[in-house]
């Protein structure tokens, strides 16, 4: 009997040990397995917030590139209007010195002398660069007439283009073509305008004399000032296409 008794002590402490290690053992796997979703939640947080800053730093930089084109579109604008508004207020000029010529009273039996047009050195060079603003600043009279008329006018593009190109050629290939260097040929509609350097005295006048002969310069009256100075000798044409 107490043999039996003994046996069964053993056996039932025998078993409590048994099951004692499996609940330890299925406690220890259900931690871990417990915690693995969460190391995958903590692994996984930092990439999903680095790619919502890209995706904001990626806007960002967008709006960042369509604000400085739309800026640069209307800067563009704004200085085209500005062109066009110092065009309008060139053409009414001209359209204002017009008319008050064309209102102008004749007096019977007699020549009423004119007031000759003169221009501020400040708005000549407004047309012009130096030293032509200050050149043509000291002239008075029709010379200035064609000044402004020039400035007003629009370009005819079915001959103007042809005539400057031609006259950059006859220059060119002008035997005293190393004398001058011309700075500019404008034509536009009934004013051709030239300027330009030279090197020796009436260097210019040679040239423009010779080409005057030429039958595609159809061009009548015309103002020519040159500067007397040797060091910078300079020249300035206005020319009236003739009707």
Known sequence: MKITSVLLVVLVFGVGLVLGFQLSTFGIQGSDKATEPERQSAIEQPQEANTVMSAAGAENAAKDTATAHELTLLQNKVQRLEQQLI???QQLE??????????????AGSEEKETPTTISLQQAQSFLPEPFASLI???QGQAIDYLKLHQAEEIDGEWAYDVEQKVRDYFAAHENTAKVKLSSVSCKTTICEI????????????????????RWWRYGSSYSFQSGEKQEAYFYLLAELTR
């Not at 300027?195 to 030429?214: C, D, K, L, W």
């Open 87 to 89: 065009t309008s207020h």
């Open 94 to 107: 001209l359209a204002t010195l017009r008319l008050q010529q064309a209102e102008q009273p004749e007096l």
């Open 137 to 139: 600043a000291k002239q």
């Open 195 to 214: 300027r330009g350097y030279q090197y020796e005295p009436h260097s210019f006048t040679v040239i423009y004399n010779s080409m005057s002969a030429e």
